[in-house]
């Protein structure tokens, strides 16, 4: 016997910039005593202002992890989320079993270096594939100049992330599955190496290249 | 005072008593709250320094970000730094 979900949508697009994002961890409550002042007035404000909507991707459970959530719905497409949290936990399995061949195979000495957390992994992967300067066109005397520009946290995420994903889709051979091609991919950026690296290191030579024109730019 | 006595002219103004009405607005005929915002200076570019500091350590280093990291770590700070203000300002001004 199959139970059709119905899902009432309840959360907006655009809110009121005093509504806060919802905290749904277990622990958010934490005794009076414990609190520094500036995280009463914070839990004040909670009490006195109104909170957006959840979504329903937010759980309470240890194994929700927002930055593997944002990767799960870059990855989606066609709003097929079970597919692409599907080809996740595949991944992730993925790593695990290839790091764990690993720590296996290798002498007691080297065992200790060996990451075999695939959450680890993976935050680590996207942190070594994070672009530091970026470059922004900026029109002057009717030529346009790449001038190198500090990007935000947002936006370095957003690189890492869609430069992992097109890198897999594309470049890889065809009959390979999702899953493989993102655990190569994510062991080779945890080691520093691989062609999402290779094109974060090409951004930063053109940055370096183009150091010059650092003073186009009025921001 | 003299704010009746402009009440008075621009109903005059609007009404047709006097033959044809001499104004005909399309916006209500009352002043907004704000002020229309003076032209932006032109800033300059901000954390100049920092990037090239990081420049030249990607220079010397062959872009090995493990190495760099105090530099990085600087061009951050200062990133932020400029964000907050840059938000503080608009927050005023805004």
Redesign the interface.
């Known amino acids: 016997m199959c139970v059709s979900l119905s899902l009432c949508l309840v959360r907006w697009s655009r809110y009121n910039p005093y509504y806060l994002d919802p905290d749904p961890s277990k622990d958010a409550r934490v005794p009076e005593s414990e609190l520094s002042p500036e995280e009463k007035e914070l839990q004040e404000l909670k009490t006195v202002s109104p909170i957006k909507a959840a979504l329903s991707s937010d759980t309470s459970s240890a194994f929700n992890d927002p930055l593997i959530s944002k990767f799960i719905n870059m990855m989606m497409q066609d709003g097929n989320k079970i597919l692409a949290r599907g080809i996740m936990t595949q991944t992730l399995e993925t790593i695990k079993r290839k790091q764990v061949e690993k720590y296996h195979k290798s002498p007691a000495a080297k065992r200790e270096e060996i990451e075999c957390n695939p959450y680890t992994v993976f935050h680590q992967a996207l942190e070594n594939c994070k672009p530091i300067i970026g470059l922004a066109s900026v029109q002057k005397g009717g030529k346009s100049y790449q001038v190198p520009v500090p990007l935000t946290d947002n936006r370095r995420r957003f690189l890492a992330m869609k430069w992992l994903i097109t890198e897999c889709r594309d470049n890889k051979h065809r009959r390979t599955h999702m899953y493989e091609k993102l655990s190569q991919e994510l062991l080779a950026a945890f080691a520093n190496e691989g062609n999402v690296v290779k094109r974060k290191h090409d951004l930063h030579k053109m940055a370096e290249a183009n150091r010059a024109y650092a003073h186009y730019r009025w921001w | 005072m003299s704010g009746s006595v402009v009440q008075e002219k621009v109903a005059k103004l609007l009404s047709r008593q006097n033959g044809k009405p001499v104004l005909r607005p399309i916006k209500p005929l009352a002043l907004k709250n704000e002020v229309a915002s003076r032209s932006l200076k ?7 320094t920092e ?2 500091l ?2 030249a350590c ?2 010397l280093n062959d ?1 090995n ?1 493990s190495v760099c990291s105090k530099e ?1 770590s600087a ?1 951050y700070t200062c ?1 932020e730094k ?2 907050n203000k ?1 938000k503080g300002k608009q927050g005023t001004q805004g």
């Open positions: 032109k800033g300059e570019a901000t954390c100049v990037m090239s990081v420049m990607w220079k872009f970000n990085v061009f990133v400029a964000q840059a």
